[in-house]
């Protein structure tokens, strides 16, 4: 369950920084400059350097303190650098999670309001009669409304793209199909799917024993940006010198082997991926089909309209 705390924060954290709400200094968050935004922070939310009963018990983890009797102020004052090491690698990506404890001081750090986690915790329980995942898209996407024009329009886009796709997909269906009973013994990885293939056909590229469920499941989205939040639970992705590559299953990723795909979560759906952009790319090419074809039709018009007048005049002279 602590993993719907951390990326709720990492949510907000990143939301802030699209929307440029985030304190400059915390733009770039080295390990100097996160001792420095705490300490800055501190003294504008605490006029007398006296921090709530609830902020004191995310400083009292974070340093292993006693609460009680501890001015917090001065204890970040003579902390090291090193400190913020772990919460810094978390939030330049070089580790996927991250001790509670920093994830507590980062909300604490973006005025995060359903700090600590016993808070985040306690809603979650009073929201028990809904469904689970109902309420984490309520936690994760509520500041993300979509304007109901916006519905309107993307909808509008979608529509042209399906029509104009669906050859295209028909016939990627009609390839899956044709795997469902290969002839061959292996299968080895193209491009963005497994080909089913004869174990000494070819020697030039990786080949693996046949595993149906692998071949006929495991598939690379090669368009993330058209993934939604409906897509929690049903994608994975890799994240290989920071390079993240989207997936349709679970399991290793089939070039680099040593790396196994994890469940892509709201966090980095949002910050990898846009559906906004995708809808914006088909609504650009919707338009532009719709105009060919407004413009073809009036050209039909005006020559229907000359070749009945040339009937006319033909038909007088007669």
């Given amino acids: 369950m602590t993993e719907y705390y951390q990326d709720a924060v990492l949510l907000a954290y990143a939301e802030k920084e699209q929307n440029g709400e985030l304190p400059k200094i915390l733009t ?40 009680l009797g501890t001015d917090f102020y001065q204890v970040l004052d003579k902390s090291d650098p090193d400190d913020f090491k772990a919460l810094s690698n978390h939030l330049n990506e070089k580790t996927e999670s991250t001790d509670e404890k920093n994830t507590e001081l980062l909300a604490w750090l973006i005025d995060f309001k359903h700090r600590p986690s016993k808070v985040f915790y306690e809603e979650l329980k009073k929201k028990k009669n809904e469904s689970k995942w109902r309420f984490e898209w309520e936690i994760f996407f509520a500041k993300f409304p979509i304007p109901i024009n916006k519905i309107f329009i993307a909808s509008i886009a979608v529509l042209l793209a399906g029509l104009i796709i669906s050859p295209f997909w028909e016939r990627r269906a009609e ?8 002839t061959g013994k292996c299968m080895y990885w193209k491009e963005d799917h497994y080909e089913p293939i004869d174990c000494q056909k070819r020697s030039d590229i990786p080949v693996i024993s046949l595993n149906m469920q692998v071949l006929n499941r495991l598939k690379k989205i090669t368009t993330p940006d058209t993934l939604t939040k409906a897509d929690l639970g049903k994608v994975w992705y890799s994240n290989i010198k920071g390079n993240r590559e989207f997936f349709t299953d679970s399991g290793m990723h089939p070039v680099d082997t040593a790396k196994r795909l994890r469940p892509v979560t709201p966090y980095i759906l949002m910050k990898y991926t846009s559906n906004y952009r995708y809808l914006l790319i088909r609504l650009v090419w919707g338009i532009g089909i719709v105009s060919v074809i407004i413009f073809l039709v009036v050209l039909i018009k005006k020559e229907l309209r000359r070749n009945k007048r040339l009937d006319k005049v033909r038909s007088a002279a007669s």
């Fill in 28 to 67: 770039k968050p080295t390990t100097t400059r996160l001792r420095k935004a705490c300490l800055e922070i501190y003294k504008e939310r605490y006029n007398d350097l006296k921090c709530s009963d609830k902020d004191a018990d995310i400083f009292s983890s974070f340093f292993d303190r006693d609460k």
């Fill in 175 to 182: 390839s899956i199909g044709n795997k469902l009973l290969p």
